[in-house]
Antibody
Framework: EVQLGESGGDLVQPGGSLRLSCAAS????????MNWVRQAPGKGLEWVSI???????YYADSVKGRFTIYRDNSKNTLYLQMNSLRSEDTAVYYC????????????????WGQGTLVTVSS | AIQLTQSPSSLSASVGDRVTITCRAS??????LAWYQQKPGKAPKLLIY???SLESGVPSRFSGSGSGTDFTLTISSLQPEDFATYYC?????????FGQGTRLEIK
């Protein structure tokens, strides 16, 4: 059974850093496309970043240069390193496993974690 | 970035109604569109991918159509568990933008 569990969310001051973790079970993070998606309180969904099975990464313009997606294959865990945090980064952060394969829908999020809340405030 | 505009932003309907939600892309995206359902406090759930392909386990009352810039999600006969917020997402190009959401409420 595919399971995803995010952790690491916390209250952090503007300009600070935080690392989110997404522990996976039932599949290998290294063999899949993995997304981070966030949702500000009372707002809609915002795609944040993706890492391909071959290691390629892509980011939303709003986080480019500040956030880094990476994985630890030995721990079967996905991470999101967030630096230079701003108030507008306050959100629930979800990790999601994509459908995979070779078709265009390989990056579509299929399995989601329960989310972890990041609050950026002084 | 490709923008997705959903309409309506909110909708009131009754159990048994047929409901259609529209998603319009700012440029052509072929059929690279997905639909998600989200209930309060829960993670989104994938319903439809490739504009019209039903995700495994999703009831057949959900259907999607469209290509290019105009897409629709249709629920043929609303059930109590369908009252939620629905989002479209394009995966044609990065960033993989979402629509702003459509909140479906009980009339």
């Amino acid at each position: 059974e595919v399971q995803l569990g995010e952790s690491g969310g916390d209250l952090v001051q503007p300009g600070g850093s935080l690392r989110l973790s997404c522990a996976a079970s039932g599949f290998l993070v290294s063999s899949n496309f993995m997304n981070w998606v966030r949702q500000a309180p009372g707002k809609g969904l915002e795609w944040v970043s993706i890492i391909y099975s071959d290691g390629r990464t892509y980011y939303a313009d709003s986080v480019k240069g500040r956030f880094t997606i990476y994985r630890d294959n030995s721990k079967n865990t996905l991470y999101l390193q967030m630096n230079s945090l701003r108030s507008e980064d306050t959100a629930v952060y979800y990790c999601a496993r994509a459908r995979g394969g070779s078709a265009s829908h390989k990056t579509v999020s299929e399995y989601w974690g329960q989310g972890t809340l990041v609050t950026v405030s002084s | 970035a490709i923008q997705l505009t959903q309409s309506p932003s909110s909708l009131s309907a009754s159990v048994g109604d047929r409901v259609t939600i529209t998603c319009r892309a700012s440029q052509g995206i072929r059929t690279t569109l997905a639909w998600y359902q989200q209930k309060p406090g829960k993670a989104p759930k994938l319903l439809i991918y490739d504009a019209s392909s039903l995700e495994s386990g999703v009831p057949s009352r959900f259907s999607g159509s469209g290509s290019g810039t105009d897409f629709t999600l249709t629920i043929s006969s609303l059930q109590p568990e369908d009252f939620a917020t629905y989002y479209c997402q394009q995966f044609n190009d990065y960033p993989h933008t979402f629509g702003q959401g459509t909140r479906l409420e009980i009339k």
